[in-house]
C-alpha cells in the first residue's frame, strides 16, 4: 500500500506531446479509474508510472520515494496488460511463481503465495495447464494472480477485462472489486467502460490529450462536471446538448431561448454571460419527461431502442444537430415519426459557456460525496 | 466435389514433379551399390546386377573419406552453433531492444544483402591471410558467424513476440539476459531449428570457401575430397556415387527429422502467428 503522486508529467514521443502537465495525487488505497477518449494518453501514463517509458519533464512519488530514478521491478508495482502477456511456454504456476524466482525466494514460500493466490482467484485446479489451454476469463486470473504474488505496494491495470465478453467481464469486475477490499492496496484502472469505472472507482479521472480534465468521485462528475468535455464522457448514453442564448439570468435562474425560439428555465446562474451571450443547456437522458407543457420542446421520435426495464428514445427536434435520447419507461409505446413534447427538468439542467466551461455551481451541503461512495 | 479435384489434381501434379527430384537420388543410390564400369554399359542399368559394398569399402579404405565426413561434421556443427549464437541475439535485438541508431544500421545491413557472397570472397580471403588464418578451422568458419539473412530471419519472427510479455518479465525483476533466455529463446525455438537447419546445410554443403581457405588435404571437406576424388577417378562413376551417398545422407536424414519443426517456423515467419 502507497500513495502516488505526479507532479507536471511530460512525456513526448518525437514531435508529438502526449501529457502535457499532468498533475494528480492517490491516496493509499484508494482506487483511481483513468478513462478518456482513445490516444488520450492512459497507456502512456501507466506505463510512465510503472517505469516502462521514460518521461521528459516532472516527477512521481510512490510513498515517500522518488522513483523516477528506478527500473520498473524497483518500483513496488505490478501491472497487468490488456493482453494478459502471460509466458505461453510455463504453466498457471510458473507464469504465477517466475518473479519470485528470479528474486531467489525460498521455494517453499513461493509455493505457499502461489497456492494462496490462486485459491483466492479460483484457479487452484489449473495450476499445471498452459495459458492456451485456459479461457479467456482464466487467463485473466492469471495476470491478475501473477500481480497479486508479487505483492505490489500498487496496482496498475490497462484495460484489464475488454478482451472478455459482456457477462464475464460483469463477473470480473466484482472480482476486481471484492480483491481491492480484501488487498486494500492501491489501484490505478484504465478503462474504456463506463460501468466498470463508475462502480469500480472511488475517484475517476478523467484525461483528453494528455491533460487531466477533472477528477472526483463517480457522483461529482456526473453530477457535476467541470465542463462539457466531462459532461459529455461520464455516462451513458451520453448527456443531450442543446445551443441557444442567454435571455435573462439571475442568481439561481436562467431563461434559455433555443434556436428554435422556445425559452427554457433553468434553475442555475449564467454566471458572468450577459443576454444574448450563446450557451448549451446540457440534460441528461434520464431528466427528460413527457407529460407536461412547463419548459417542453416539441420532438419526433427517429428511434425506439426497448431494454426491457426502461427504452431510450431518440428524438429528432429542430433544437439540436444531434438527435436527443430521452429514458423512457419500458412500457414505452410510439413508433418512428409520432410527434412527442418532452419536459426538461429545470433542476437538473446543466449550462456551459463558450469556453466549454460549466456554469451551474455545485450547491454546498445539498449533496455529500463520501469516498466509496458507488453509485 | 469440385474442391476434391483440384485437391487431387494438385497432388498428381505434385507427386509427379517430386519423381524428377527422387528418381536421380535413387539412381545416385542404386549406382554406388554396381561393380566397376557397369553403370557405363548401353543402356545403363537401373538397378546393380550383382549389389556389393566394394565402392564403400574402397571409399574409406583408400581415401581419406572418413577423415573428410568428421571434418564435415565439426565445421557443420561449429558453424551452426556460432550462427545461432551470434544470429539469433542480434535478430532479437534489432526486433525488440530500442538502441541508437537500430533503424539506421538495420537498413545498411539490408542494403548489404544484395552483395553477392562471391564479390567478398577474395577481399575476405586477402584479410585472413593476412590474419594468418588460411588453412585453420577459424578460417572457414568466419562467414558463418554472422549472417544478415540469419538476422533477417530471427528478425523478422522475434518481431511476433509481444512486447507486453518482455515488459512484464522486466516488471518482474528479470535481467535482460534472462529474459531473452526464460522468456525470448523458448519462443523462438521454431525459428532456432529452422537457421539451425540452414546453417548445416549450408556449411555441410559449402564447396568454394573451404576450397579456397583449406589447402591441407587433412582438413578438406567432404565435397571438396568428393571434388578431388572425381579428379583422381573420373573413370570410377559408382565410386563417385558411393562417395556422393556419403555426402549426401546425414543432411537428408537430418532435415527430413527437424520437417516438422522446419516447416512450421519457416511459415511462422511469413504468417503472423
Ligand atoms: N512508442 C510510441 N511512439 C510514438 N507514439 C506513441 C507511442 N506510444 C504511444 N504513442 C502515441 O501516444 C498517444 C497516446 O497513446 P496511448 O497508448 O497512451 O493512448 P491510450 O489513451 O492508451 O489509447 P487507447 O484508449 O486507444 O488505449 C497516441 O497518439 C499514440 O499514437
Ligand atoms: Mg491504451
Not at chain 2, 507427386?15 to 554406388?32: E, Q, Y
Not at chain 2, 565435397?223 to 545422407?249: C, F, K, N, Y
Amino acid at each position: 500500500m502507497a500513495s502516488l503522486t505526479l507532479r507536471n508529467l511530460h512525456k513526448r514521443f518525437g514531435n508529438t506531446t502526449v501529457l502535457s502537465g499532468i498533475n494528480l495525487d492517490v491516496a493509499s488505497g484508494e482506487f483511481v479509474v483513468i478513462v478518456g477518449p482513445s490516444g488520450c494518453g492512459k497507456s502512456t501514463l501507466l506505463r510512465a508510472i510503472a517505469g516502462l517509458e521514460d518521461i521528459d519533464e516532472g516527477t512521481i512519488k510512490i510513498g515517500e520515494i522518488d522513483v523516477l530514478m528506478l527500473p520498473p521491478s524497483k518500483r513496488g508495482i505490478a501491472m497487468v496488460f490488456q493482453s494478459y502477456a502471460l509466458y505461453p511456454h510455463m504453466t498457471v504456476y510458473e507464469n504465477m511463481s517466475f518473479g519470485m524466482k528470479i528474486a531467489g525466494a525460498p521455494a517453499e514460500e513461493i509455493d505457499q503465495v502461489v497456492r494462496a493466490a490462486a485459491d483466492t482467484l479460483g484457479l487452484a485446479t489449473l495450476l499445471e495447464r498452459t495459458p492456451k489451454e485456459l479461457s479467456g476469463g482464466q487467463r485473466q486470473r492469471t495476470a491478475i494472480g501473477r500481480a497479486i504474488v508479487r505483492r505490489p505496494r500498487i496496482f496498475l491495470f490497462d484495460e484489464p477485462l475488454s478482451n472478455l465478453d459482456a457477462s464475464l467481464r460483469v463477473k470480473m469486475r466484482h472480482e476486481i472489486a471484492r480483491l481491492h477490499d480484501m488487498l486494500e492496496t492501491t489501484m490505478i484502472y484504465v478503462t474504456h467502460d463506463q460501468a466498470e469505472a463508475m462502480t469500480l472507482a472511488d475517484r475517476i479521472v478523467v484525461l483528453r490529450d494528455g491533460f487531466v480534465e477533472q477528477t472526483g468521485s463517480p457522483n461529482e462528475l456526473y453530477n457535476y462536471p467541470a465542463n462539457r468535455f466531462v459532461a459529455g464522457f461520464i455516462g451513458s448514453p451520453a448527456m443531450n446538448f442543446l445551443a441557444g442564448f442567454v435571455v435573462d439570468s439571475h442568481p439561481n435562474k436562467t431563461i434559455v431561448r433555443l434556436e428554435s425560439g422556445t425559452m427554457i428555465h433553468v434553475n442555475t446562474g449564467a454566471g458572468e454571460l450577459s443576454p444574448d451571450s450563446p450557451v448549451t443547456l446540457g440534460i441528461r437522458p434520464e431528466h427528460l419527461a413527457t407529460g407536461g407543457n412547463h419548459n417542453s420542446i416539441k420532438t419526433e421520435v427517429k428511434l425506439v431502442e426497448p431494454l426491457g426495464s426502461h427504452s431510450y428514445v431518440y428524438l429528432d427536434t429542430p433544437d439540436a444537430h444531434e438527435p436527443l435520447i430521452f429514458r423512457a419507461s419500458g412500457d414505452f409505446r410510439g413508433a418512428k415519426g409520432d410527434g412527442l413534447t418532452v419536459c426538461i427538468s429545470a433542476d437538473d439542467c446543466h449550462l456551459f459557456g463558450t469556453d466549454g466551461g460549466e456554469l451551474r455551481q455545485k450547491p454546498s451541503g445539498r449533496i455529500t460525496i463520501n469516498q466509496g461512495d458507488h453509485l | 466435389m469440385k474442391k476434391l479435384w483440384s485437391g487431387s489434381g494438385v497432388h498428381i501434379g505434385l507427386s509427379f514433379l517430386a519423381m524428377f527430384a527422387i528418381i536421380p537420388l535413387l539412381w545416385m543410390l542404386s549406382v554406388s551399390f554396381m561393380s566397376p564400369g557397369e553403370v557405363s554399359s548401353f543402356p545403363p542399368p537401373l538397378l546393380p546386377e550383382n549389389p556389393t559394398f566394394d565402392n564403400y569399402t574402397k571409399l574409406f579404405e583408400y581415401s581419406n573419406m572418413g577423415r573428410n565426413f568428421l571434418n564435415s561434421l565439426f565445421v557443420a556443427s561449429a558453424a551452426t552453433l556460432l550462427s545461432l549464437t551470434f544470429n539469433v541475439s542480434a535478430g532479437y535485438a534489432f526486433a525488440k531492444l530500442e538502441f541508437k541508431g537500430r533503424q539506421l544500421l538495420f537498413r545498411c545491413l539490408l542494403s548489404a544483402l544484395v552483395i553477392p557472397a562471391q564479390v567478398s570472397m577474395i577481399p575476405l580471403f586477402l584479410m585472413l591471410k593476412g590474419m594468418g588464418l588460411v588453412n585453420s578451422w577459424i578460417g572457414v568458419l568466419i562467414p558463418f558467424v554472422a549472417s544478415i539473412f540469419g538476422i533477417f530471419l530471427v528478425r523478422q519472427y522475434a518481431l511476433s513476440i509481444p512486447t507486453e510479455m518482455i515488459e512484464s518479465a522486466r516488471i518482474e525483476g528479470a535481467s535482460e539476459m534472462r529474459i531473452f533466455q526464460s522468456v525470448v529463446l523458448p519462443l523462438l525455438k521454431p525459428i532456432l531449428i529452422t537457421l539451425g537447419l540452414f546453417t548445416f546445410l549450408a556449411a555441410w554443403n559449402d564447396f568454394f570457401w573451404p576450397l579456397i581457405v583449406l589447402t591441407d588435404s587433412d582438413k578438406y571437406t567432404l565435397p571438396i575430397a568428393l571434388a578431388s576424388l572425381s579428379r583422381e577417378h573420373v573413370q570410377d562413376v559408382e565410386l563417385m556415387m558411393a562417395g556422393a551417398v556419403v555426402t549426401v545422407t546425414p543432411v537428408l536424414v537430418l532435415f527430413l527429422t527437424l520437417q516438422r519443426f522446419y516447416m512450421s517456423g519457416y511459415l511462422a515467419g511469413s504468417v503472423k502467428g
